[in-house]
């Protein structure tokens, strides 16, 4: 019997341990990160609320050349991670920590520091 519950043990560690099923993954993923994985039309065309954590490169503007952080969906409280840059909220010209929802074009995701980043290329105020 000790046996058994030893090997039950060792089974249930490597379970844990392993890749297992992949459709798993879709069960802890956000709807919003489930709906991405599974898109092949780029950029995605998105409506939410930017929830930025850090952002730089204002020069002589009110307008941060870059920005990271996630954009949050009605259906979705959660969001996915963003990256926004190359002058990206300049160019929309919009206050990214107003709370006011926006519309964004995210890219293909790209990893970054072991976390899915979604690159955004456009942003427009609502």
């Known amino acids: ?17 392993g890749d297992g099923d992949p459709g ?15 898109n ?4 995605y065309e998105l409506v939410g609320t930017l929830d930025i954590v850090e952002a730089g490169d204002y020069d002589d503007s009110n ?3 870059w920005a990271v952080g996630s954009i949050i969906t009605d259906a979705d409280e959660w969001g996915v991670l963003i990256n ?22 995210l890219e293909k995701p790209q990893m970054e520091d072991d976390e899915l980043f979604y690159p955004v290329s456009k942003i427009q105020a609502l």
């Open 24 to 38: 798993l993954d879709s069960m802890t993923d956000s709807s919003l990160e489930a709906t991405l994985k599974g």
């Open 84 to 105: 926004i840059g190359d002058g990206v909220v300049r160019k929309a010209r919009i206050n990214i920590d107003s709370g006011e929802k926006v519309r964004v074009w």
């Open 1 to 17: 019997m000790r046996i058994i519950a030893i090997s039950l043990s060792i089974i249930f560690a490597l379970m844990a341990c």
């Open 63 to 65: 307008y941060p050349a």
């Open 40 to 43: 092949t039309q780029w950029p």
